[in-house]
T-cell receptor
């Protein structure tokens, strides 16, 4: 069975701190895709990144970076120099078929 | 930009009512999805559809049905609403480039449904 675990329910940081959101997944498949989504208070989930299982290169996009490690089945997300606008719920998701399996989400609160 | 529009942001209905939640996407996407989101449970898939008039059960289809008469519109129906269906409902769509699994899903703003 496939599963995504986001053990951190809620994280609070002060602006400009770096923060890492953890994501651990389980799957028996060799081909799969991992995603991160952001859900701001407005409610809409916003797609952030997609990674396939054959591409273990880390990725950086501005203040965002992602660390994919197949050896530990993890796909962690780091925000550098956090800002108040980063406050949201972040979801990690996994798929290899026609369904996305979501983690339970991590609520990030960034205080000024 | 992809736009997924859900007909209502907030909706209050009574137990036993038949409830319709509407979703429209403007990017000619083949795939459409309905999820419910509950605290501590993340998003759970109710139903999805690959094409017009096609539907597949997700993980929690009980108490729900769907309708896809046109490609751009995917409706979720609560046949006889119950209080345990109070939740946030999210609609999403994705394209059929490659396979279903590797395309990002684009979400609407959600409908917060309360069943009294």
């Amino acid at each position: 069975a496939q599963k995504v675990t986001q053990a951190q329910t809620e994280i609070s940081v002060v602006e400009k701190e770096d923060v890492t959101l953890d994501c651990v997944y389980e799957t028996r498949d060799t081909t799969y895709y991992l995603f991160w989504y952001k859900q701001p208070p407005s409610g809409e989930l916003v797609f952030l990144i997609r990674r396939n299982s054959f591409d273990e290169q880390n990725e950086i996009s501005g203040r965002y970076s992602w660390n994919f490690q197949k050896s530990t089945s993890s796909f962690n997300f780091t925000i550098t120099a956090s800002q108040v606008v980063d406050s949201a719920v972040y979801f990690c998701a996994l798929t290899n078929t026609d369904k996305l399996i979501f983690g339970t989400g991590t609520r990030l609160q960034v205080f000024p | 930009d992809v736009k997924v529009t859900q007909s209502s942001r907030y909706l209050v209905k009574r137990t036993g009512e038949k409830v319709f939640l509407e979703c429209v996407q403007d990017m000619d996407h083949e795939n459409m999805f309905w999820y419910r989101q509950d605290p501590g449970l993340g998003l759970r898939l109710i139903y999805f559809s690959y094409d017009v008039k096609m539907k597949e059960k997700g993980d929690i289809p009980e108490g729900y049905s769907v309708s896809r008469e046109k490609k751009e519109r995917f409706s979720l129906i609560l046949e006889s609403a119950s209080t345990n269906q109070t939740s946030m409902y999210l609609c999403a769509s994705s394209s059929l480039l490659g396979t279903v699994s590797n395309q990002p899903q684009h979400f609407g703003d959600g409908t917060r449904l309360s069943i009294l």
